[in-house]
């Protein structure tokens, strides 16, 4: 037996000792609205609950019985919380009996990335030395989903300290994209991306510094939003799941919705967003609504091809086509980057920036020994983490000129289209260092690395970015693009990205998984 047909054998038999007792998920009858709910929006979910069109016990029961089929293959759950899930979705049932309402999502089933504490459950990021440590609470995103009534059917893979755009680690293995099981379903929140796209849940929470939101939802068909800088609290998303940080602040990394229509997106995001603990005292937040309704009405802006990442031929040819079908519905099209603008340059200050904090969060022992092979190189340029007080705070300076630059861009168009990534999914490829890793492509082989240029742009000016599904390659792997809006109108690319799907179709399930 090798080591996948282990961890597939394995994941049936926990499953199968953590079902309640007297409950048969396989055997139970399934009614037939559960079929057709199985790739149904978390919305849609929700309205089918409301009007007693299936129970929420029955969804779950059908959540958790596809979970027992498809995840051998995608490793995409890493736990389950079966019997409290199906605890809470008899609850909602007899709250829903009693003509009372849990919120937006009573009764839907949803999952979680692994690095948001749930609990007396792992939150291990991944990183060993964490294996053995429970959460000793709810993340706040986690409690708001809750909150709003939604069932939790468990955590999902991620790569180790959240630092890959796949995901894999040494304590649950890799996870497989349903598209093709040979690849990636990125990361860092590949594990929720591959379980949404296989109908496992109706509605995940990622996080995002270096696209980790946006890269698995193109990878996997689905759409994936990364807010506003600070809007979504991370409270709770640290390793061993600890919630007593004081308001920390990376700069770039944000938490957001995973789904499968834009529409599910913003409802989440109007459970997610807004002040936690003392910050509620001073302010509260609203959406703002969206700039227009119609994509006559919107003025867009793009750039779907630079020599900063090209895109290869199969993804350029798919962007170019939603382009043509923008222009066709009447879209106000203005190409090019903002007068100025120099992609290169914004990247040298958002790679500063992040290397800086990847630095700064590395555990002691690991930044003396990057310390002493920094040392040893003299021709190696200094680590961004080690540079003195005054050259961090001139690039930060530097990220706040940026986002000026934009919100100057953006009294003039509404929304910025651009990839997501230069490529579709790729095959499983876990060697080390990552920056010497090589992507195969129809065009040559890429960097790494360079699947960071088209993301770092809304990550270091702190604009929101929504990644749509838009259709798939010739090899049949889906493909997104990324729709940058204003600071704090998060609303705006997520309309656009509803409003797009009307012309280019709505998410589609891969092949096997009905």
Not at 121 to 134: L, N, Q, R, S, V
Not at 157 to 163: F, I, K, R, S, T
């Given at each position: 037996?090798?080591?996948?047909?282990?961890?597939?054998?394995?994941?049936?038999?926990?499953?199968?000792?953590?079902?309640?007792?007297?409950?048969?998920?396989m055997?139970?009858?399934?009614?037939?609205?559960?079929?057709?709910?199985?790739?149904?929006?978390?919305?849609?979910?929700?309205?089918a609950?409301?009007?007693?069109?299936?129970?929420?016990?029955?969804?779950?029961?059908?959540?958790?019985?596809?979970?027992?089929?498809?995840?051998?293959?995608?490793?995409?759950?890493?736990?389950?919380?079966?019997?409290?899930?199906?605890?809470?979705?008899?609850?909602?049932?007899e709250?829903?009996?009693?003509?009372?309402?849990?919120?937006?999502?009573?009764?839907?089933?949803?999952?979680?990335?692994?690095?948001?504490?749930?609990?007396?459950?792992?939150?291990?990021?991944?990183?060993?030395?964490?294996?053995?440590?429970?959460?000793?609470a709810?993340?706040?995103?986690?409690?708001?989903?809750?909150?709003?009534?939604?069932?939790?059917?468990?955590?999902?893979?991620?790569?180790?300290?959240?630092?890959?755009?796949?995901?894999?680690?040494?304590?649950?293995?890799?996870?497989?994209?349903?598209?093709?099981?040979?690849?990636?379903?990125?990361?860092s929140?590949?594990?929720?991306?591959?379980?949404?796209?296989?109908?496992?849940?109706y509605?995940?929470?990622?996080?995002?510094?270096?696209?980790?939101?946006?890269?698995?939802?193109h990878?996997?068909?689905?759409?994936?939003?990364?807010?506003?800088?600070?809007?979504?609290?991370?409270?709770?998303?640290?390793?061993?799941?600890?919630?007593?940080?004081?308001?920390?602040?990376?700069?770039?990394?944000?938490?957001?919705?995973?789904?499968?229509?834009a529409?599910?997106?913003?409802?989440?995001?109007?459970?997610?967003?807004?002040?936690?603990?003392?910050?509620?005292?001073?302010?509260?937040?609203?959406?703002?609504?969206?700039?227009?309704?119609?994509?006559?009405?919107?003025?867009?802006?793009?750039?779907?091809?630079?020599?900063?990442?090209?895109?290869?031929?199969?993804?350029?040819?798919?962007?170019?086509?939603?382009?043509?079908?923008?222009?066709?519905?009447?879209?106000?099209?203005?190409?090019?980057?903002?007068?100025?603008?120099?992609?290169?340059?914004?990247?040298?200050?958002?790679?500063?920036?992040?290397?800086?904090?990847?630095?700064?969060?590395?555990p002691?022992?690991?930044?003396?020994?990057q310390?002493?092979?920094?040392?040893?190189?003299?021709?190696?340029?200094?680590?961004?983490?080690?540079?003195?007080?005054?050259?961090?705070?001139?690039?930060?300076?530097?990220?706040?000129?940026?986002?000026?630059?934009?919100?100057?861009?953006?009294?003039?168009?509404?929304?910025?289209?651009?990839?997501?990534?230069?490529?579709?999914?790729?095959?499983?490829?876990?060697?080390?260092?990552?920056?010497?890793?090589?992507?195969?492509?129809?065009?040559?082989?890429?960097?790494?690395?360079?699947?960071?240029?088209?993301?770092?742009?809304?990550?270091?000016?702190?604009?929101?970015?929504?990644?749509?599904?838009?259709?798939?390659?010739?090899?049949?792997?889906?493909?997104?693009?990324?729709?940058?809006?204003?600071?704090?109108?998060?609303?705006?690319?997520?309309?656009?990205a509803?409003?797009?799907?009307?012309?280019?179709?709505?998410?589609?399930?891969?092949?096997?998984?009905?």
């Amino acid at each position: 037996m090798n080591r996948r047909e282990f961890l597939a054998k394995s994941s049936l038999a926990l499953a199968a000792s953590a079902i309640p007792r007297g409950v048969n998920l396989m055997s139970s009858p399934i009614p037939a609205a559960a079929l057709d709910l199985d790739f149904a929006s978390a919305l849609q979910a929700a309205e089918a609950i409301r009007k007693k069109q299936i129970s929420s016990l029955e969804l779950t029961q059908r959540a958790f019985a596809r979970i027992d089929k498809f995840n051998p293959q995608l490793n995409a759950f890493v736990y389950q919380t079966r019997d409290e899930a199906l605890t809470q979705a008899k609850k909602a049932d007899e709250a829903q009996a009693s003509g009372k309402s849990l919120g937006v999502f009573h009764g839907v089933p949803f999952n979680v990335k692994e690095s948001f504490g749930v609990a007396g459950h792992p939150d291990t990021w991944g990183i060993p030395a964490f294996k053995d440590i429970k959460a000793p609470a709810d993340s706040e995103a986690v409690a708001r989903l809750r909150n709003a009534g939604a069932i939790l059917l468990g955590a999902t893979n991620v790569p180790v300290n959240l630092a890959d755009w796949q995901s894999y680690n040494p304590i649950y293995g890799a996870t497989n994209n349903p598209w093709d099981l040979k690849r990636t379903p990125g990361g860092s929140s590949g594990g929720s991306a591959a379980a949404l796209a296989a109908g496992l849940g109706y509605l995940s929470v990622g996080s995002d510094i270096g696209g980790s939101i946006r890269v698995p939802s193109h990878f996997c068909g689905l759409y994936g939003h990364k807010p506003t800088l600070n809007l979504v609290s991370a409270q709770g998303q640290v390793p061993a799941g600890v919630r007593d940080n004081p308001g920390f602040d990376t700069l770039l990394a944000v938490a957001g919705p995973m789904a499968r229509s834009a529409a599910d997106l913003n409802a989440a995001l109007k459970i997610l967003g807004g002040p936690a603990n003392y910050d509620a005292k001073a302010w509260k937040w609203e959406l703002p609504a969206p700039r227009a309704t119609s994509l006559k009405n919107f003025r867009v802006g793009y750039v779907i091809d630079d020599p900063i990442a090209p895109p290869t031929p199969e993804m350029k040819s798919l962007l170019e086509k939603t382009i043509s079908a923008l222009d066709r519905a009447g879209a106000q099209l203005k190409p090019g980057w903002p007068a100025g603008f120099q992609i290169q340059n914004l990247l040298d200050t958002y790679k500063f920036l992040l290397f800086a904090f990847l630095f700064s969060v590395t555990p002691p022992e690991q930044q003396e020994a990057q310390r002493k092979a920094a040392a040893a190189d003299p021709n190696s340029p200094p680590l961004p983490g080690m540079a003195p007080f005054a050259d961090w705070q001139r690039q930060n300076f530097r990220r706040l000129g940026f986002r000026a630059q934009w919100q100057n861009y953006f009294n003039d168009v509404d929304v910025f289209l651009s990839p997501t990534a230069f490529t579709p999914a790729f095959p499983h490829d876990h060697s080390e260092p990552q920056e010497q890793r090589l992507i195969a492509t129809s065009a040559g082989p890429r960097h790494y690395l360079d699947l960071f240029a088209w993301i770092a742009t809304a990550t270091l000016t702190g604009c929101p970015a929504t990644t749509a599904p838009i259709d798939l390659t010739p090899d049949g792997l889906p493909a997104g693009i990324q729709i940058m809006g204003p600071f704090w109108e998060d609303a705006t690319p997520i309309k656009f990205a509803d409003l797009l799907s009307q012309e280019t179709g709505p998410f589609k399930p891969p092949p096997g998984y009905k």
